[in-house]
């Protein structure tokens, strides 16, 4: 019913900047119904939640690891969410994935278990 299709990762050195980007394709509701995060997975650890953006995109969350570096957006005549990521460091290295939420953000970084919809990740790695 959502699908999510991540976009824009790569390699870039420490101090560098990337942009990657999530189509989504919905049925039943439009896309400015949903809540929308941004979540990573480094090997060996837990998914963590990096950001979300309210469904008007007018309230953001971020996690502290990321705050004043990422900025999360979105665009809802195109069915996109994007994460702007500046002054990136090795350990944003992770495979980063975007995600759905019915209908509101809850407060303060977005959890996993909120969220029912998932695109199949983008490999964002960053060398020193």
């Known amino acids: 019913q959502v699908q999510l299709v991540e976009s824009g990762g790569g390699s870039v050195q420490a101090g560098g900047s990337l942009r990657v980007s999530c189509a989504v394709s919905v049925s039943r509701f439009p896309y400015s119904s949903y809540c929308m995060g941004w979540f990573r997975q480094a090997p060996g650890k837990e998914r963590e939640g990096v950001a979300a953006?309210?469904?008007?995109?007018?309230?953001?969350y971020y996690a502290d690891s990321v705050k004043g570096r990422f900025t999360a957006s979105r665009d809802n005549a195109k069915n996109t969410l994007y994460l702007q990521m500046n002054s990136l460091k090795p350990e944003d290295t992770a495979m980063y994935y975007c995600?759905?939420?019915?209908?509101?953000?809850?407060?303060?970084?977005?959890?996993?278990?909120?969220?029912?919809?998932w695109g199949q990740g983008t490999q964002v790695t960053v060398s020193s």
């Open positions: 995600a759905a939420k019915s209908f509101f953000c809850s407060s303060g970084p977005p959890k996993v278990a909120d969220f029912g919809s």
């Open positions: 953006l309210s469904p008007s995109g007018g309230t953001s």
